[in-house]
């Protein structure tokens, strides 16, 4: 419900949306927070110009099953779900159906996502335009080929988690050297906050920016070569990458 939600703040009129829901309790409470209506997915489908699925990925097949009887010819449909490839929504959709994939992140809760979006085999520049300017509202959007998704989930899809990873591990950091927590995650999260703002703002690389902070023989140097010590950076590549391998199997089925 996050880009339901950041669209209605964007300006959208909430009576030109549906949000599909099978249950029952949580379409009302939908409809009550959001002001739209909440029909079954097979009536959403036979009613919209553009279908956004956004289900965990080993739904997806039951679902476009569901809705492939429904569909109108011209539809464009969009997957959200991680893993799932295009291919495989138009194999289970009506042929020549536009599909798009989209991969965003959960910053699109405060209107900083990041989106990814590729074209399905029927997709043109137009269906590409249209997806890019449903997802502005809510954060930057890039287009990529296909191939490359797995590697955009790994790397801001699931990006957030490693921040939040990262920032506990610090607030646990200041913990230990004798601060109190709500001191040390003040601290914490309003460094994170200006670093990401420098690196978006300033156009520099983050060597730069990192070297800015360190000076020889200080403390900064010090606790850079203690996590090259430890590994902080291979781990992270490793961890990345098993991201986007789990990816991979999803899209298989795994």
Same mark, same amino acid.
Request: charged share 20%.
């Given at each position: 419900? =996050?880009?339901?939600?950041? %669209?209605?703040? @964007?300006g959208t009129?909430?009576?030109?949306m549906?949000?599909?829901?099978?249950h029952? /309790?949580? *379409?009302a409470?939908i409809?009550?927070?959001?002001?739209v209506?909440?029909p079954t997915?097979?009536?959403?489908t036979?009613?919209?110009? $553009?279908?956004l699925l956004? $289900?965990?990925?080993q739904d997806?097949? +039951?679902? %476009?099953?569901?809705i492939a009887p429904h569909?109108r010819p #011209?539809?464009?449909?969009v997957?959200? *779900? *991680?893993g799932i490839?295009? @291919? %495989?929504?138009?194999e289970l959709l !009506?042929a020549?159906?536009h599909?798009?994939r989209?991969?965003?992140?959960?910053?699109v809760f405060v209107d900083e996502a990041? @989106?990814a &979006?590729?074209?399905?085999?029927?997709?043109?520049?137009?269906?590409l335009?249209?997806?890019e /300017?449903l997802?502005?509202?809510?954060?930057?959007v $890039?287009r990529v080929p296909e191939?490359q998704?797995d590697?955009?989930?790994?790397?801001?899809?699931s990006g957030?988690a490693y921040?939040?990873f990262?920032?506990e591990a610090m607030?646990d950091a200041?913990i230990?050297?004798?601060?109190?927590?709500?001191?040390a995650a003040?601290?914490i999260?309003?460094?994170?906050v200006?670093?990401?703002?420098?690196l978006?703002?300033?156009?520099?690389?983050p060597?730069?920016?990192?070297? *800015?902070v360190t000076? !020889? #023989? #200080?403390t900064?140097?010090?606790?850079?070569?203690t996590?090259?010590?430890h590994?902080?950076r291979? =781990?992270?590549?490793?961890? &990345?990458e098993a991201?986007?391998d789990r990816?991979r199997e999803? +899209?298989? #089925?795994?």
């Amino acid at each position: 419900m =996050a880009l339901l939600s950041g %669209l209605l703040r @964007s300006g959208t009129p909430a009576g030109s949306m549906l949000a599909a829901e099978r249950h029952l /309790d949580r *379409a009302a409470e939908i409809a009550e927070r959001y002001g739209v209506a909440t029909p079954t997915p097979e009536e959403a489908t036979a009613k919209a110009d $553009v279908v956004l699925l956004a $289900v965990k990925p080993q739904d997806m097949r +039951a679902l %476009l099953k569901d809705i492939a009887p429904h569909l109108r010819p #011209g539809t464009l449909v969009v997957s959200m *779900a *991680a893993g799932i490839t295009s @291919s %495989l929504v138009e194999e289970l959709l !009506p042929a020549g159906t536009h599909v798009v994939r989209v991969m965003t992140n959960t910053p699109v809760f405060v209107d900083e996502a990041m @989106s990814a &979006i590729s074209p399905g085999s029927h997709a043109g520049p137009e269906h590409l335009q249209t997806v890019e /300017d449903l997802l502005t509202p809510v954060g930057k959007v $890039v287009r990529v080929p296909e191939s490359q998704q797995d590697a955009v989930t790994a790397l801001s899809g699931s990006g957030p988690a490693y921040f939040f990873f990262l920032v506990e591990a610090m607030i646990d950091a200041g913990i230990l050297l004798g601060l109190p927590r709500a001191v040390a995650a003040e601290l914490i999260v309003q460094t994170a906050v200006g670093s990401a703002r420098m690196l978006r703002e300033s156009g520099e690389h983050p060597v730069l920016l990192r070297e *800015a902070v360190t000076s !020889p #023989g #200080g403390t900064t140097i010090a606790a850079i070569r203690t996590m090259e010590d430890h590994g902080v950076r291979a =781990a992270l590549l490793a961890a &990345i990458e098993a991201a986007r391998d789990r990816s991979r199997e999803l +899209a298989a #089925g795994g």
